[in-house]
C-alpha cells in the first residue's frame, strides 16, 4: 500500500551497488511479478509502483489483530477467547519473517518489532494458561522455549511458578538459580526484584501463589462478608452462598 520509487528498489535489490543495466533489470522484474500476480496487484503511480494489498491478506497485519483481541480478551477476564485468539495469532508463525531475504536496515527494523511481538504473544499465552490451572501441561514447552531464549526472565518465573504449582519446589528454585547464573555470567546482574519475590516466596511456600480451588474462593468470601458485618437476608447471608453465585 506504500509507493516505492524505482530509486528505492534498485537500492534495495543491489544493496547500494548497482550495475549499469539495473534500471532494464529493474523493469524485467516487474514484468515477471506482473505476471505472477492477479490483475490490479502492482500499480504504477507518479510516486512509484504499490503493491495493492489489504490487510486482511498481510499475516503480519493479521497476526496483530489476533494479538490485540486476545489482550483485551485477557484483560477482561475472558480467558478461554484469549487463548483461542493467541493460538490464532501464534499459528501465522511458520518460520522467521521474510525468511530467505537478505535485511537492510529498514527490514531489519521492522522485522524485529514482529518477533518481539511473538515472543511476548507466545509468553502472553503461558500466562492465561497458568490463570486456568494448565499448569502441568505447559511445563514442557516453558523448557523448550527458556532454551530459545535464555536469557528472558519472564519464561523462567512463569516456569518456576507452574512447576511450584505442580508440587516441585526443587525444580522451581533451580529454574531460578539457572536465571541467576546465566544473568551473572554474562551481564554481572543479578534477576529482577520480582523475580528474587517470587523465588523468596516459593522458599517459604507462600499458599498465595497456589490456585484456589472453587469451593476456597466461597470460603473466602463468606469469611470476607461476615467480617464486614453483612445484614443477614435470605440472599445476602454468606452462610447461604453457594459456588454457583460466583457466576
Same mark, same amino acid.
Given at each position: 500500500?506504500?509507493? /516505492?520509487?524505482?530509486?528505492?528498489?534498485?537500492?534495495?535489490?543491489w544493496?547500494?551497488?548497482?550495475?549499469? *543495466?539495473a534500471?532494464?533489470?529493474?523493469?524485467? !522484474?516487474?514484468?515477471?511479478?506482473? @505476471?505472477?500476480l492477479?490483475?490490479?496487484?502492482?500499480?504504477?503511480?507518479?510516486?512509484g !509502483? /504499490?503493491?495493492?494489498? *489489504?490487510? *486482511?491478506?498481510?499475516?503480519?497485519?493479521?497476526?496483530?489483530? +489476533?494479538?490485540?483481541?486476545?489482550?483485551?480478551?485477557?484483560?477482561?477476564?475472558?480467558? *478461554?477467547?484469549?487463548?483461542?485468539?493467541?493460538e490464532? %495469532? $501464534?499459528?501465522?508463525?511458520?518460520g522467521?519473517?521474510?525468511?530467505?531475504?537478505?535485511?537492510?536496515?529498514?527490514?531489519?527494523? +521492522?522485522a524485529?518489532?514482529?518477533?518481539?511481538?511473538?515472543?511476548?504473544?507466545t509468553?502472553?499465552?503461558?500466562? /492465561?494458561?497458568? #490463570?486456568?490451572? =494448565?499448569?502441568?501441561?505447559?511445563?514442557g514447552?516453558?523448557?523448550s522455549?527458556i532454551?530459545?531464549?535464555?536469557l528472558r526472565?519472564?519464561?523462567?518465573t &512463569?516456569?518456576?511458578? %507452574?512447576?511450584?504449582?505442580?508440587? @516441585?519446589?526443587?525444580?522451581?528454585? !533451580?529454574?531460578y538459580?539457572? $536465571?541467576?547464573?546465566?544473568?551473572?555470567?554474562q551481564f554481572g546482574?543479578?534477576? #529482577?526484584? %520480582?523475580? &528474587?519475590d $517470587?523465588?523468596?516466596?516459593?522458599?517459604?511456600?507462600?499458599?498465595?501463589?497456589?490456585?484456589l480451588?472453587t469451593?476456597?474462593?466461597v470460603? =473466602?468470601? @463468606?469469611?470476607a462478608?461476615l467480617? /464486614?458485618?453483612?445484614?443477614?437476608?435470605p440472599?445476602?447471608?454468606?452462610? !447461604?452462598?453457594?459456588?454457583?453465585d460466583?457466576?
Amino acid at each position: 500500500g506504500t509507493p /516505492v520509487s524505482s530509486g528505492q528498489l534498485i537500492e534495495r535489490l543491489w544493496h547500494g551497488h548497482p550495475p549499469a *543495466s539495473a534500471r532494464s533489470n529493474l523493469n524485467t !522484474y516487474l514484468a515477471r511479478l506482473r @505476471r505472477l500476480l492477479p490483475d490490479t496487484r502492482l500499480r504504477t503511480t507518479p510516486s512509484g !509502483y /504499490v503493491l495493492a494489498i *489489504s490487510d *486482511s491478506e498481510v499475516d503480519a497485519a493479521i497476526f496483530r489483530r +489476533w494479538a490485540a483481541e486476545a489482550a483485551d480478551a485477557s484483560r477482561r477476564g475472558q480467558h *478461554s477467547n484469549a487463548i483461542n485468539a493467541f493460538e490464532q %495469532a $501464534l499459528a501465522l508463525w511458520r518460520g522467521n519473517p521474510l525468511e530467505g531475504i537478505e535485511f537492510d536496515s529498514d527490514m531489519a527494523a +521492522w522485522a524485529e518489532p514482529l518477533h518481539e511481538q511473538h515472543r511476548t504473544v507466545t509468553e502472553d499465552l503461558f500466562d /492465561v494458561r497458568l #490463570t486456568l490451572g =494448565r499448569h502441568a501441561e505447559i511445563i514442557g514447552g516453558l523448557r523448550s522455549w527458556i532454551e530459545k531464549h535464555p536469557l528472558r526472565e519472564r519464561p523462567h518465573t &512463569q516456569l518456576m511458578l %507452574a512447576l511450584h504449582r505442580d508440587g @516441585r519446589q526443587p525444580e522451581a528454585l !533451580y529454574v531460578y538459580e539457572q $536465571l541467576r547464573r546465566r544473568l551473572i555470567e554474562q551481564f554481572g546482574a543479578e534477576p #529482577t526484584t %520480582a523475580a &528474587q519475590d $517470587l523465588h523468596s516466596r516459593i522458599l517459604s511456600s507462600d499458599p498465595n501463589l497456589d490456585l484456589l480451588t472453587t469451593n476456597q474462593i466461597v470460603q =473466602r468470601i @463468606r469469611q470476607a462478608l461476615l467480617t /464486614v458485618g453483612l445484614e443477614h437476608s435470605p440472599r445476602s447471608d454468606p452462610r !447461604y452462598l453457594s459456588e454457583s453465585d460466583l457466576n
